[in-house]
């Protein structure tokens, strides 16, 4: 049964979860039963659009994102932005499923981007 009620909490919150503002306070919210580390990828198949962690820092304005997708803390996502001589950084993209673990850094300068396929996973 406590399982159960945990099951909801989490789906409840996940609908409203998201990157700014009322995002960020749902997700926290929705992470409360989920335990820690890799016990919290459940939440990633329980909102429509994945799941990232408040405690990530996300400073890519163009980061598209698979479904089903987890971003976990201490993610690092950057886009540089643009310079005197060169542009900006491109766009992340992210497959469905992809699960980027602690410590990982992605960056994008002077047009480049990256893009992750399906069904990877990214530790440092």
Request: hydrophobic share 40%.
């Amino acid at each position: 049964m406590r399982r159960k009620i945990a099951l909801l909490w989490m789906r409840f919150w996940m609908r409203w979860a998201g990157l700014r503002g009322w995002g960020r306070l749902a997700t926290r919210l929705a992470q409360i039963p989920a335990g820690v580390y890799k016990e919290r990828r459940l939440l990633a198949y329980l909102g429509p659009c994945g799941y990232v962690s408040p405690q990530a820092d996300i400073a890519c304005p163009e980061l598209a994102m698979g479904r089903n997708s987890f971003i976990d803390d201490d993610v690092t996502i950057y886009r540089h932005p643009k310079t005197q001589t060169g542009g900006a950084g491109g766009a992340v993209r992210l497959g469905e499923r992809v699960h980027l673990y602690r410590g990982t850094i992605i960056e994008t300068g002077d047009g480049g981007q990256v893009v992750i396929g399906d069904d990877s996973h990214i530790q440092p």
